[in-house]
């Protein structure tokens, strides 16, 4: 590892034992790696659209949205221009040792129980589709946070992956695929992005029908949604990409925004978007508050930069896990439809957590 990258790691090891709020992240198939540090451990609210910083929202748009000010940070980048650095080899592994608060078994149950009354939900026509989530929290022994996030680095290159710590709140990370959108110049660009199957050396791969009717869904309503903010909006045809060790399908939406003042409307139409909630999207977060079972907290909101050097990036928080001492929690979720099978969203969900937990170990 170069000189620059290992200083870098040094000083964010600084700041994580310090306990100062603090972010760093890396945007999706990019070199640059930066952190920002708040001068204080004061909790600050977003208050307006037009703040400049790093904003962290949870999935209820009703809870408060924590904001890291640019003007309250120190910030200290640098360029990872090779990934090869951060091989796995120079990388102390955690040895972590899994030790599961709740019993598989009931983790199981509930799940399936729950998809099964989406499914029935559905086909009674009170939605289209809605999107169950599951936490599964365990004990976890000699928890590496600085290599963690160096292994999601190397991971997930194509990922927005970052590291979230503030006192009165706790420390998040992960690696989310899914763009909420960017926002520069005026031009604005964002992703309808859903289906999962194992990565299995190809994207060259065959989605079933409930796949594609959940990734058009997606796609729908963001146009729906995008009418009266955005003009010339285009949409690419579905796409198969990777993301770490899944496949998802994508489309890409771009077009412009209709006034500059109108990037708060633009994320209330897009957030909660069906890929983490369902449609009608006030049907199913009806239902997900109803029968989930546990807060989602930040699991499934949005983070990123917020007029950053005149540009706007926020991402979706998938992929993404929670360190509260030597506990950590999995978020993991899929999308349910009508040709859901009850036993095969679990194994989707089984296989989304050991995907996270391979990072951990």
């Known amino acids: ?33 930066t952190a920002f540090v708040q001068r204080t451990k004061e909790l600050y609210e977003l208050k307006s659209y037009d703040e400049m910083g790093f904003v962290f929202a949870p999935f209820n748009s009703q809870e408060k949205k924590v904001m890291f000010s640019f003007n ?28 599961n608060i709740e019993e598989p078994n009931d983790l199981k149950e509930k799940h399936i129980a729950i998809v099964q009354k989406a499914i029935d939900f559905i086909k009674n026509k009170n939605a289209q589709k809605i999107v169950l989530s599951r936490k599964e929290t365990f004990e976890i022994e000699n928890l590496n946070v600085i290599d963690t996030f160096k292994n999601m680095l ?16 706790g420390l998040w990370m992960g690696a989310t695929p899914e763009k909420l959108l960017t926002v520069e110049k ?28 959940e990734q058009q869904y997606v796609t729908e309503f963001i146009l729906n949604n995008l009418k009266e903010s955005v003009e010339n909006l285009e949409a690419s045809e579905p796409f198969t990409v990777q993301a ?67 540009a706007t990036n926020l991402f979706v928080n998938l992929r993404c896990v929670q360190a509260e001492s030597s506990l950590v929690s999995i978020y993991v979720g899929g999308g349910i439809t009508a040709d859901s099978i009850p036993e095969n969203e679990w194994e989707e969900t ?8 391979k990072v951990l170990s």
Request: contains cysteine; proline residues 3%; charged residues 20%.
């Open 1 to 33: 590892m170069s000189e620059e990258i290992a200083n870098f790691f040094i000083e964010l090891e600084r700041v994580y034992q310090s306990k100062a709020p603090f972010v760093v992240f890396r945007k999706p198939d990019e070199d640059l790696v």
């Open 72 to 99: 309250e940070c120190d910030s200290f980048s640098v360029s990872i221009r090779n990934i090869k650095l951060l091989e796995t080899n120079e990388i102390q592994t955690n040895k972590s040792k899994f030790e």
């Open 154 to 169: 190397n991971s997930y290159k194509n990922a927005f992956v970052y590291l979230w710590f503030h006192p009165q709140v």
């Open 186 to 213: 005026g031009n604005f660009k964002t992703m309808a992005l859903a289906g999962t199957q194992k990565y299995q050396g190809t994207t060259n791969v065959v989605w079933q029908n409930k796949e594609k009717q």
């Open 244 to 310: 770490g060790n899944l496949v998802h399908i994508r489309t890409d939406i771009s077009g412009k925004l209709k006034s500059a003042n109108s990037l708060e409307n633009l994320i209330y139409s897009l957030h909660p978007t069906p890929a983490v909630c369902g449609l009608p999207t006030a049907v199913a977060a009806a239902f997900i508050l109803q029968h989930e079972g546990y807060d989602r907290s930040f699991y499934a909101g949005y983070l990123g930069e917020l007029n950053i050097h005149k």
């Open 350 to 357: 089984v296989f989304k957590a050991e995907v996270m937990k």
